[in-house]
């Protein structure tokens, strides 16, 4: 039987999710009132677990490095009342083929090699290179939803990650490419990374150490 996250728990991993994110972001990320997310981040705010911050006049939280540690404590706990680490981990190494045709996928989205220079900046003027790097994409979205619905079977808070991964595809399919790897739309790459973000630290990886 999958098990469901307390709010607090929901909240703070939303802060990590997101990096850095106003409360109606992170309030977004699991569905909640701007009102109890903000109480949340406060009791977090006081405990030490996030901080908010103001660039240019836009405030955000993101988490502390005691926060962090918070938030994997509380994720490992919870893996551990929910009885499913191995089959977490046993997503976690099929997702790993699916993340390198992923970033296989947005490298050619945004780089088109020519004979004099490898790294050329993809102009989007070869519809048949574009077309390759979307169905890339389109293998990814098709192994995702199996990987999706086992892990809710465990934890229902990885619920949407299939949707919303789908939804970008179409617009990006649709005709606006900003929905293939910008960071300011909930594009494919944004859900990938938030998955990816989401697995390591359900299991206490370190990304940076990752094979």
Known sequence: MT????????VLHAVRLNGYADTP??????????????????DAEARGWVERTVFGGTGGWSLTDAGRAADERLLAAELTRAGGGDE????YREFM????????????????????????????????WDAAALATLDAVEQGLGPLVERLTGVLSRFGGYDTRFGAALARARAGDGAWVDRMH???CHRVWFQLHEDLIATLGIDRHREP
């Open 3 to 10: 098990l469901d996250s307390p709010t607090g728990l929901l």
């Open 25 to 42: 972001a992170i309030a977004e990320r699991f569905g909640f009132g701007e009102t109890e997310t903000k109480e949340e981040l406060l």
């Open 88 to 91: 977490v981990r046993a997503i």
């Open 97 to 128: 083929p699916l993340n390198a045709l992923l970033l296989r996928a947005c490298t050619d989205w945004q780089l088109r090699p020519t004979a004099d220079d490898r790294l050329a900046t993809n102009d989007h003027t070869d519809p048949a």
């Open 185 to 187: 739309v909930d594009s």
